[in-house]
Each structure stands twice: as C-alpha cells, then as structure tokens.
T-cell receptor, first 115, second 114 residues
Framework: GDSVTQMEGPVTLSEEAFLTINCTYTATGYPSLFWYVQYPGEGLQLLLKATKADDKGSNKGFEATYRKETTSFHLEKGSVQVSDSAVYFC??????????????FGKGTHLIIQP | DGGITQSPKYLFRKEGQNVTLSCEQNLNHDAMYWYRQDPGQGLRLIYY???????QKGDIAEGYSVSREKKESFPLTVTSAQKNPTAFYLC?????????????FGPGTRLTVT
C-alpha cells in the first residue's frame, strides 16, 4: 500500500538557519502531496501542496517540489524563526480516488527553533 | 467563520464504556474523516464518509463506529472493543469529487481511558 517516510526528529536549529525536512513516498499511480503543520495541542493546518510532478508548492516562506523520479517532496525554508517550531507532517492522497479517500501521513518531524 | 468543531477537547472514560466524539463542520463539505494520532505514529485513518448516509472503513476501523445522518455531522463512537482507545482524535473535512482537495482539520479531542 501507500506509505510516507520522513526524517525522524526532533530537529533543532538556530533562528535564521536553513531548514530541510526530507520526505519520500511509495504509491501507485500519481498521488498528490501535502505538508501539514501542527502546533502543540492543536489540529493540523495545511502548509502547502503539489498535485503533479515538478509542481512546487509554497507558503509562508516554505517550499517543496514534487520529484517523481526520486519519489520525494522535501520541505525547505531559507531562514527559520522561533515561531516555526511545530510538528510537520508529509502526506499523500490515496491514488484511487483523490483526496476524498483520505490521506496517508508520515510520522511527523518535530522542529525546534532556538533563539 | 467557517470551520470544524470537535467537542469536548478532553474526555475521560473508564475502561469498558463506549464514548462518542463529536465533529461538526459548517464548510459545506461533502467528505468527512476521522484520524487517530499516537505519539511518534503520525495520523492513521479510522473511517471516512464521502456523502450523507454512506461511509467506509479506513486503515484501523476495528473497535470504532460512525454515522453520517447529516452533512454537517460525523460522530465517532469508540467502543469497548477498541483495545487501546487512549489517543488524540482528529476530525477533518474536504470537498469531494474527482479532483484532489486538501483536508481541513478540527482542533482534536484527547481521549483518556483508564
């Protein structure tokens, strides 16, 4: 079945550092890919998405490019802030029916930004 | 404001009791979902519904039941048959159809069973 693998955390960086969180996936067909962010005690918020190969999703300074040849969707940000501290989830849509069939999530990466 | 509400935020139950978690949305979305989140495990799909009066099992449906009598509501019952019910439960909704649409999440309910 479909699966998502993302780097284990916690990832600890200093403010203004460059961020990369790796995400790779296994899926049949052509899934859509998502990054969600979760702040402590809250639900998930969509950060960005890409629906086909070579698409780049971007939001709030974060970017990720859908790489079909490497089955990857790595999250990057050029200069992180303390407010970016959260748990980040990579996810894909089940290819059989698009988003309405539910998402498959990675285990999440806890990001800690130190001032 | 449109959104998804889940209540209560914290719920405590004794082992052997059934408990129902509420999820309501006013986004006019056709599709709704229930996920379970455990530490270090990510989110796992329990049940989903693409339309009123219809729902499908997700990856970990055993010990859970749902109903979808109204478009706005998708309650989840955690039954006494669920062996490890203590978890954080998240409800989500999305537009349905042939495209791929992002899911919008509620704030979650943390269930503790002792």
């Amino acid at each position: 079945g479909d699966s998502v693998t993302q780097m284990e955390g916690p990832v600890t960086l200093s403010e203004e550092a460059f961020l990369t969180i790796n995400c790779t996936y296994t899926a049949t067909g052509y899934p859509s890919l998502f990054w969600y962010v979760q702040y402590p005690g809250e639900g998930l918020q969509l950060l960005l998405k890409a629906t086909k190969a070579d698409d780049k999703g971007s939001n709030k300074g974060f970017e990720a490019t859908y790489r079909k040849e490497t089955t990857s969707f790595h999250l990057e940000k050029g200069s992180v802030q303390v407010s970016d501290s959260a748990v980040y989830f990579c996810a894909l849509s089940h290819s059989s029916g698009g988003g309405a069939d539910g998402l498959t999530f990675g285990k999440g990466t806890h990001l800690i930004i130190q001032p | 404001d449109g959104g998804i509400t889940q209540s209560p935020k914290y719920l405590f139950r004794k082992e052997g009791q059934n408990v129902t978690l509420s999820c309501e949305q006013n986004l006019n979305h056709d599709a709704m979902y229930w996920y379970r989140q455990d530490p270090g495990q990510g989110l796992r799909l329990i049940y989903y519904s693409q339309i009123v009066n219809d729902f499908q099992k997700g990856d970990i449906a055993e010990g859970y039941s749902v109903s979808r009598e109204k478009k706005e509501s998708f309650p989840l019952t955690v039954t006494s048959a669920q062996k490890n019910p203590t978890a954080f439960y998240l409800c989500a909704s999305s537009v349905s159809g042939t495209g791929t649409y992002e899911q919008y999440f509620g704030p979650g309910t943390r269930l503790t069973v002792t």
